[in-house]
Structures are given as C-alpha cells and as structure tokens.
C-alpha cells in the first residue's frame, strides 16, 4: 500500500550488476565462471595507500571533514592535474565526493527537471540516462558509432543543442566502448558551445590515465574559455584499483561549488575521514604501482582485442582506452542480450550486452579486460567453441 514517488519508476540501474550476481549464484553452483562482466581492477590497492588509511585510523582520524574535503587533499587533487594536464585548478573548486557516481547525481540533479533536455553518450555509462530521467529531465542520446572509433561528432551534437538544453555529458576514455575522442572534435565542440553560453559540460574523467599506443588523454580542463560552465569528473576507482574504498571529486566552476557543497552536507556529510588521507597518499605517493597496472591492462588488451577478432562473426576495433573492448558481435546472428546469455550461461564466461548502454548498443557486448591474461586466453576459448557449435 505504498505510495512511492513517481520518480522512483524512472530510476534506472546497472547491468554490470545483475550479471555480477548471475555469475556469483552460478559459481556457488559449482560453476567455473570467467568474470569479464566487471568495470573494476582485478588489483588489490597499492600497499602504500592501504597503510595511509591505517595509519589515519590509529591517529585519531574519526570525525567529521569538511563537506567539500580535506584542504590537502584537494590540493594534493590540483597538484596532481598541474602535473598530468598542466591545468591550473583551484583547490577550492575541487569536492571530493564518495566515488565517480555522486559527482554524476549531483550534477545532473542540479540541471535536471522537466522541459529541460540533457545531451548524453549512447552507447555509454547506463547511470547518466537513468538519473536524467529520474530528475524528469529529457535525454537526448549522443549516437557513437563504431566507424568514428565511438567518438562524438561535435558537428552532429552541435545541432541537437536547443534553448531547452541544460547539460552535456561527455566521457573519453569511454565505459563500455573503450573509445578515445579525439582532440579535433573536442576544440570543435568547445568552438561551437561559443553559441551556447547557456550549456553547462560534465565531462567524465574516470579513465583519463589509462589510454594506449601512445595516446594522451585530452582533459576538457585545457579549455579556459569554459570553466565558468564545466564539471570535471574522476576519481581513485579505476587508477588506484580502489573502487570498494569510494572516493572520487571533480573540479566544478568557482559559482558552482557552493551548491555542490549544500548537497554534500544534505547527503552524505563528508567521505570517510581515513579514505581522505589514503586518497591523499596515492596521489603524492610513487606512482609504479599504477605504471605496473596500466602496463597488465595494455598486455591484455592486445590479447583481447586480436582473440575477439579471431571469433568467427565477431570483430572489435581497437580499444584505445579504460579496460574495455566491445565487440560487434551482429555477424554471429546473435543480438547484443542473446550473446550475454550464451557467453554466461554456456561458457561460464560473464559479459555485458551493449544494450546494457543505451539502444544504440545493439549488436555489441562488452567485454572488461581487467582479469588475467590467462583467464582472457581460456574465456576467449570456451566462446570461440560456443560460436564454430553455431556454424
Ligand atoms: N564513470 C564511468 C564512465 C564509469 O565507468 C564508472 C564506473 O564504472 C564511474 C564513473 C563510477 O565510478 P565510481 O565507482 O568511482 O563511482
């Protein structure tokens, strides 16, 4: 006999999660489950970051912070993008936030409500849509395409811009599709948004030091011309493999900071006090762990990327970024949930369907390579015996 608020039945989820307990039931049954389903490191936390937060415990770290953050570590935060994208920020636009997710909720409540449109990646991260719905705000996909490397056309977002748009989202490196954007069709869209002072930018952070071949990732910090309307997200998750701890920030316009700051305090008060100063430790401490993790990924990544390519019906571009590679897999006759389920079900190997990211996921399945090559290889070998069963 509840009345729940309507609101409620717009609230998405995450697909990745599902799968996460799908897979964890049938390994209780005894099965041998690959879990490629996962967007997290297979690593533990560097053991440095791990004693930072221990020690903080012992020294009496059990109180309330600052809502927005520790003073050191936000500035431990604009120390560390200086040095990684020559990009001055001021500490105090930086909120720490418990994790990349919060940062996303908040920025999209702040715009979000009915009649207003928010421009977001699709095929992308599943949250962004289910929060803009859940505000009654509109959402208007962003089509990325394997073609164009799953990078934005900043001509074709351009013109989806109308006077009812709020807010766009942008993510590179991208969840699910691996994809890079490049440089061009950033200036270009930063170019464009001249016409539109009224759009505000969330771009997606989460991954910026994980890209291959070479690739530099290109901040949307490096855009002056906009700080006054971005919000950049990123956070400890996937760079320091320290998604459990939950801790992430993003640098927001000065205008901005205060109402971020009074939903921190309405929400959650504070992030733990001890993750603060391990967050503190990871970013001014040697960063050889992270070196070490980036290099498995890229190792693995090529075993992927070529071991997907080899399966008959299926082909993968090239991963640039994060630990994902996804797949089109029409060739197979399967769609994107049919695949899924085959791959998990059959061969005991968990996955994403690109559906799980939007409609224009179709076809594709995403594949996280934050596992052991070993596991890859044996993964890659129990599908490719699914498929040439299906010839
Ligand atoms: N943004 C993207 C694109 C992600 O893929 C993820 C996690 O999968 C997040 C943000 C959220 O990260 P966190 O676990 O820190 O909330």
């Not at 999660?17 to 690959?34: H, K, N, P, S, T």
């Not at 970051?49 to 936000?74: S, W």
């Not at 200036?187 to 997606?204: C, F, K, R, T, Y």
């Amino acid at each position: 006999n509840l009345k729940l608020a309507t609101r409620m039945s717009r609230l998405g989820t995450e697909s990745a999660f599902v799968v996460l307990a799908r897979a964890a039931e049938l390994a209780q049954q005894g099965r041998d489950i690959i879990n490629l389903g996962i967007g997290q490191p297979d690593f533990a936390t560097p053991d440095h970051i791990v004693e930072a937060a221990v020690k903080a415990l012992r020294d009496g770290a059990h109180g309330y912070t600052p809502a927005n953050g520790l003073p050191a570590l936000r500035e431990a935060v604009a120390k560390d993008l200086y040095r990684r994208h020559h990009a001055e920020v001021d500490p105090d636009c930086v909120v720490v936030v418990p994790g990349g997710k919060p940062t996303m909720f908040f920025a999209i409540s702040m715009f979000g409500e009915a009649g207003a449109e928010i421009i977001y990646p699709n095929p992308g991260f599943p949250i962004y849509e289910s929060v803009i719905r859940y505000t009654g705000a509109t959402p208007v996909p962003m089509t990325l395409r394997e073609e164009d490397g799953f990078a934005f056309s900043a001509q074709e977002v351009l013109a989806q811009i109308t006077p009812a748009t709020r807010l766009i989202i942008l993510n590179s490196p991208a969840n699910p599709t691996g994809g890079v954007t490049p440089k061009a069709e950033i200036d270009a869209l930063v170019a464009g948004l001249e016409a539109h002072p009224q759009v505000a930018i969330l771009s997606d952070e989460i991954y910026s030091t994980m890209l291959y071949d070479g690739r530099e990732h290109v901040s949307l910090l490096h855009y002056p011309q906009i700080r006054d309307r971005l919000i950049v997200l990123d956070g400890w998750s996937k760079r320091y493999a320290m998604t459990g701890w939950r801790l992430g920030y993003a640098v927001w316009p000065k205008d901005l900071v205060e109402h971020v700051t009074r939903l921190c305090v309405n929400d959650h008060s504070c992030v733990n006090a001890a993750t603060q100063h391990a967050g503190i430790a990871a970013l001014e401490g040697p960063q050889t762990a992270v070196e070490a993790m980036n290099a498995a990924f890229d190792e693995r990544r090529q075993v992927i990327v070529e071991g997907l390519n080899a399966l008959p019906g299926v082909r993968c571009a090239d991963a640039a970024g994060a630990f994902y590679a996804f797949p089109n897999v029409a060739g197979t006759g399967l769609t994107a949930a049919q695949a899924q389920t085959l791959f998990l079900e059959e061969g005991g190997v968990a996955t994403v369907a690109g559906t799980s990211f939007g409609a224009s996921g179709e076809g594709f399945v995403r594949f996280s390579y934050a596992n052991s090559t070993q596991n890859i290889r044996e993964a890659l070998s129990r599908i490719a015996t699914l498929l040439e069963a299906r010839i």
